[in-house]
């Protein structure tokens, strides 16, 4: 007779070494049975995207495990950077959750000063695109916003739709990340709006400049680069 996976219950939090011992020895031994029921059945778990293993355990302010179970919190930034180099170069953004986190991308908006172009998307730790979820040609001020759908591209762009939620889910390593395409020019300025869900309230996204063409010269000149939890 096969078996059942027992239905998925929470605990309260409890204070206490023993009580989060105990919280901790319920949550490894639930994800261990599940394990084995779907190793029984020829699945191979995934620890990223299976919504049947137990969640990971955090450590609270006061020092308490919680389980780390999406919450209803967002948080959002809005700040401009300006290339200061007297060559200019483009200016890369970059947005991660860290290792063991995770964040959906709510919104996005990004406009230029100068004529550089856009690339917008999902990347992997080295700033490499999955793919790109818009890619707006050169122009003067330009603008790109998530999400929005795939229609109506070229095969020169080959944008994907970025509407559906899932596919805005960004975990651990991987970033969202905002590349202007041109170099720019000293002085140019670049304006972001950003607005994500977060996984716990405490683990907010981590802001980077490090892939910009002379990042030591590309600094924040409106605004902070620093996420805000909107309570």
Same mark, same amino acid.
């Given at each position: 007779?096969?078996?059942?996976? $027992? ?5 309260? $939090? ?11 020895? %319920? ?14 059945? +020829? ?59 995770? %964040? ?42 998530? $999400?929005?759908?795939?229609? +109506? ?13 899932? +596919?805005?889910?960004?975990? +651990? ?39 910009? =063409?002379?990042?030591?010269? =590309?600094?924040?000149? =409106? ?9």
């Amino acid at each position: 007779m096969a078996s059942v996976i $027992p239905p998925k219950r929470e605990i309260p $939090p409890r204070k206490g070494i023993r009580a989060q011992l105990e919280q901790l020895y %319920f949550y490894a031994s639930r994800k261990i049975f599940i394990d084995a029921q779907l190793a029984e059945r +020829g699945a191979v778990p995934s620890l990223k995207y299976s919504d049947t293993l137990a969640p990971v355990m955090y450590a609270d302010r006061d020092g308490f495990l919680q389980p780390m179970n999406w919450e209803g919190w967002t948080a959002e930034t809005v700040f401009t950077v300006t290339q200061a180099n007297v060559a200019g170069g483009a200016v890369s953004v970059e947005f991660s959750p860290g290792i063991g986190s995770e %964040f959906e991308l709510l919104d996005l908006r990004a406009v230029n000063s100068g004529t550089n172009g856009f690339n917008t998307g999902p990347a992997n730790l080295n700033g490499n695109f999955y793919v790109l979820w818009t890619s707006v040609a050169s122009g003067a001020g330009t603008a790109t916003t998530v $999400p929005q759908t795939g229609s +109506g591209t070229t095969s020169a762009t080959s944008v994907a739709d970025s509407t559906p939620t899932e +596919g805005r889910r960004i975990s +651990g390593t991987d970033e969202v990340r905002i590349l202007q395409t041109g170099a720019g020019a000293q002085n140019d300025t670049l304006q972001v709006f950003i607005r994500v869900r977060l996984k716990h309230k405490l683990q907010l996204p981590s802001i980077s400049f490090a892939r910009s =063409v002379n990042p030591l010269d =590309v600094s924040v000149t =409106v605004g902070t680069a620093a996420f805000v939890v909107n309570e």
